[in-house]
């Protein structure tokens, strides 16, 4: 609480600092000093770039199997085309005509995209911080000082999971024009009960940040040693140690993702079967 006797001295203090400061995550237990230590020196002792290389190859693996999605089409129920806008229609690039970046989607499936990988970022904030991390001593992207940036740092090589599950599901499914919504800055935003549904892949975006944090963890631990190979540290995440000192094989949990029931081409009414619902199915 700020003290009143401050508040009331003659003199000029400036504007008072924010009392709600930007939200950030530190680690959730207590961490081994030299596990903090190794991380605030990642880069004068070159495991920052090690690790950065590492999660860009990855990254650039796991796009090279999404890169053909690029341009897509979006289809919506007949019935809802009279009311979606032409630039809904297409997916587009990732670039907002907006903002000049991929902040405040201009189109449904971007907005989509980007509340995902909020959903992401959270869990490699949460993922960053069970093992004693700091999330925002970054390897890869720059310190600033309203983001946690290690969080993005680990989120790279999930990146293209998440975009693969998206492209899948719109060429599988319809969109709904109920689903969105567009203020007059033209930023297209998801309404909340849709919001809600795409909040139900958290956990299996958990399981899939959980490896590239524990193997970051590591790395870290590895360069502060005099030695390469050093204690194995515990995977709290995963627990594939536990499960290899038991003699069994590690297998990450592959738990399908949720997704909605088909719509109708017609009205959209959800919950069909086929293409149409009884209704739409005499007509059609």
Not at 16 to 41: C, E, I, K, Y
Not at 43 to 72: D, F, M, N
Not at 89 to 108: C, E, K, V, Y
Not at 265 to 270: F, K, L, Q
């Amino acid at each position: 609480m700020i003290s009143t006797c401050l508040l009331s001295r003659h003199v000029s203090l400036g504007p008072l600092p924010s009392l709600f400061p930007s939200p950030r995550t530190g680690p959730v237990r207590p961490s081994d000093a030299r596990l903090r230590r190794a991380q605030g020196t990642a880069h004068s002792s070159g495991a920052a770039l090690r690790i950065a290389r590492e999660l860009i190859s990855q990254k650039l693996s796991g796009q090279e199997q999404v890169a053909p999605w690029r341009t897509l089409p979006i289809t919506f129920p007949k019935n809802d085309l009279r009311r979606v806008p032409d630039h809904w229609l297409d997916f587009g690039a990732r670039i907002s005509p907006l903002t000049g970046s991929p902040r405040l989607a201009a189109n449904p499936p971007n907005a989509i995209l980007n509340y995902l990988y909020a959903l992401l970022e959270s869990e490699a904030r949460l993922a960053a911080a069970a093992l004693g991390l700091d999330p925002g001593l970054e390897v890869l992207h720059v310190d600033a000082s309203n983001r946690d940036s290690l969080a993005l740092d680990l989120l790279e090589p999930v990146r293209p999971l998440v975009d693969a599950y998206l492209l899948d599901w719109i060429t599988r499914q319809l969109l709904r024009r109920e689903w969105f919504f567009e203020p007059r800055d033209g930023n297209c935003r998801l309404m909340g009960i849709f919001a809600k549904h795409s909040s139900e892949t958290a956990p299996t975006w958990a399981r899939a940040i959980a490896p590239v944090a524990e193997w970051v963890a590591q790395a870290l631990w590895n360069s502060a040693g005099k030695s390469k190979k050093g204690p194995i540290l515990p995977t709290r995440l995963t627990q594939r140690h536990r499960s290899e000192g038991r003699g069994n094989a590690f297998v990450m949990a592959k738990n399908s993702l949720p997704r909605r029931g088909k719509i109708c081409e017609v009205c959209g009414a959800e919950g069909v079967k086929s293409r149409y619902c009884g209704s739409c199915a005499v007509e059609a």
